[in-house]
């Protein structure tokens, strides 16, 4: 079997530069981050904390629609707490998107379970000339948001797989294409499961003006599908000049070709280094 290229580890370490120095310090902030989990349940609590704050305050605006004057509710109240409980399975029930969202996983459920969606992916990479491999790894990462989450299972150790044996660095690949998967997560120019989402809120929004409008999941689709477009030009830029520069001289702990064999097929892997 021919021997995968070996990534450059001729350049030095990375240069201390003030960018070097900015990301270095933006890594570690982002290391402190908690669980997104107990991220939101802390705006929850903020949110509740500035209603109490605020309800004493008298607002001089006027709803639009009904010429009410706006008041802030303090969700912290005894009637307002024992709403909120009461009716978050009715509130769960009524969101907007929900039922497009569960139709349209039925159909995106079948295609992924029966190889298509995957087949497609590996068969887009497979033909990309190698000097616009990053930019078609985040496309592709981006387009993969149709198979909902597929892409962060898929697309991310294919990245460091495909780049690997380009002879590049394969964490460079896995960061473009966890860049890409999560820039798609709201950019893509293929209508996905976001679009119900993006369209209940913009409508719930509209409907403050005007109580009838009505709209339709491609309502976001020209913003999206610009969107997308941004995220490949930064994402490339970004991989090619800032990232894979900073892991020249980054050594891949242990064999790099069983790590990634590891992430793309575990069970296997796993099966033949136990019988070893």
């Not at 509130?91 to 029966?114: I, Y």
């Not at 068969?123 to 000097?131: A, S």
């Not at 892991?247 to 891949?252: N, Y």
Request: proline share 6%.
């Amino acid at each position: 079997m021919a021997q995968s290229p070996q990534p450059d580890r001729s350049q030095k370490e990375k240069p201390d530069s003030l960018l070097n120095r900015l990301l270095d310090g933006v890594e570690k902030v982002g290391n402190k981050l908690p669980d997104p989990a107990v991220m939101f349940f802390g705006l929850l609590v903020i949110v509740w904390a500035m209603s109490w704050l605020l309800s004493g305050v008298s607002f001089d605006e006027k709803h639009p629609l009904t010429g009410d004057t706006i008041g802030v509710t303090n969700l912290l109240s005894g009637t307002e707490m024992a709403a909120f409980l009461a009716n978050m399975v009715d509130t769960f029930m009524g969101f907007a998107p929900l039922g497009v969202v569960l139709v349209a996983m039925l159909g995106v459920g079948v295609a992924e379970r029966s190889g298509f969606i995957n087949v497609a992916i590996k068969l887009m990479l497979n033909v990309t000339p190698k000097m616009l491999l990053t930019p078609v790894l985040i496309l592709v990462a981006i387009v993969s948001h149709t198979a909902v989450d597929a892409g962060y299972v898929l697309v991310i150790p294919l990245g460091g797989v495909i780049f690997y044996a380009a002879g590049r660095h394969p964490l460079a690949g896995i960061a473009a294409a966890f860049a890409g998967v999560s820039g798609g997560f709201s950019a893509n120019f293929v209508p996905s499961a976001i679009d119900p989402l993006l369209q209940g809120f913009t409508e719930s929004a509209a409907q403050i003006i005007d109580a009838d409008m009505q709209l339709n999941p491609l309502n976001n689709y020209y913003f999206t599908a610009a969107s997308s477009v941004i995220v490949v030009a930064i994402g490339w830029f970004l991989t090619d000049k800032v990232v894979e520069p900073r892991l020249r001289g980054a050594e891949i702990d242990g064999d790099a070709r069983i790590c990634l064999h590891w992430m793309m097929f575990p069970h296997v892997t796993a099966k033949r280094f136990t019988r070893a």
